[in-house]
């Protein structure tokens, strides 16, 4: 009796550890396991502002057709943009989104784009995301690829879908909704 006690109370406390050692992860980031496979979701918003004293997309070139051209083509735009758990712009930050977008469709408006989402809390802290490829703005949702990553996203590959929260033509303010499904290093490794 009394080592049953004890080997459950082992059981227990090894329990406890367990859940000490792994914090639960926060609203953003989920763990969804399909088969035998291990996907990290993650849900965030992306807040492009263009104007005004706290602007994080910046114009940093133009090409000889880009002011007549109808899609822009040429301009280059440099973003570092503020992205949270809530839609909210105040809300806590998680992350930035950093990289460049290219005006590189001559008949629609879309963007050759670049990103890196430096995750800055959580238990993803340091870790880098990345995720490039075609981005058609006049698309109610997107997909883009994401291409690697660095940290706990190592030989990061999934993909990103990207919808329209929110746009202010006249503050030149605009909130994406992203949804991103990856598989990384460390769905691979038996842990
Ligand atoms: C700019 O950001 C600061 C600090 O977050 C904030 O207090 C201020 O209201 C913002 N200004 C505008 C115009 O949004
Ligand atoms: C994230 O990491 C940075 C540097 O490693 C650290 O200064 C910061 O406090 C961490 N933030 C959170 C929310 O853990």
Not at 7 to 28: D, E, F, K, N, R
Not at 44 to 48: A, C, Q, R
Not at 71 to 77: E, P
Not at 84 to 88: F, L
């Given at each position: 009796?009394?080592?049953?006690?004890?080997?459950?109370?082992?059981?227990?406390?090894?329990?406890?550890?367990?859940?000490?050692?792994?914090?639960?992860?926060?609203?953003?980031?989920?763990?969804?396991?399909?088969?035998?496979?291990?996907?990290?979701?993650?849900h965030?918003?992306?807040?492009?502002l263009?104007?005004?004293?706290?602007?994080?997309?910046?114009?940093?070139?133009?090409?000889?057709?880009?002011?007549?051209?109808p899609?822009?083509?040429?301009?280059?735009?440099v973003?570092?943009?503020?992205v949270?758990?809530?839609?909210?712009i105040?809300s806590?930050?998680?992350?930035?989104?950093?990289?460049?977008?290219?005006?590189?469709?001559?008949?629609?408006?879309?963007?050759?784009?670049?990103?890196?989402?430096?995750?800055t809390?959580?238990?993803?802290?340091?870790?880098?995301?990345?995720?490039?490829?075609?981005?058609?703005?006049?698309?109610?949702?997107?997909?883009?690829p994401?291409?690697?990553?660095?940290?706990?996203?190592?030989?990061?590959?999934?993909?990103a879908?990207?919808?329209i929260?929110l746009y202010?033509?006249?503050?030149?303010?605009?909130?994406?909704e992203?949804?991103?499904?990856?598989?990384?290093?460390?769905?691979?490794?038996?842990?």
């Open positions: 009796m009394k080592k049953l006690t004890t080997s459950l109370m082992l059981t227990i406390s090894y329990l406890l550890l367990l859940t000490a050692a792994t914090p639960a992860p926060g609203p953003w980031v989920q763990t969804l396991t399909k088969g035998n496979k291990k996907i990290t979701k993650l965030f918003y992306v807040h492009n263009e104007l005004g004293p706290n602007a994080t997309v910046y114009r940093v070139a133009t090409a000889s057709i880009t002011s007549t051209s899609t822009s083509f040429g301009q280059v735009n973003f570092d943009d503020r949270t758990a809530e839609p909210d105040k806590e930050q998680v992350a930035r989104a950093q990289g460049t977008s290219a005006y590189a469709d001559l008949q629609a408006g879309a963007i050759a784009m670049t990103a890196n989402f430096y995750i809390s959580g238990e993803f802290n340091g870790s880098t995301l990345v995720i490039a490829g075609r981005n058609p703005l006049l698309e109610p949702t997107r997909e883009l994401v291409i690697g990553g660095t940290g706990a996203f190592r030989l990061a590959r999934g993909y879908v990207v919808g929260y202010d033509k006249a503050a030149r303010y605009s909130v994406l992203y949804t991103v499904y990856v598989i990384s290093r460390r769905h691979m490794l038996c842990v």
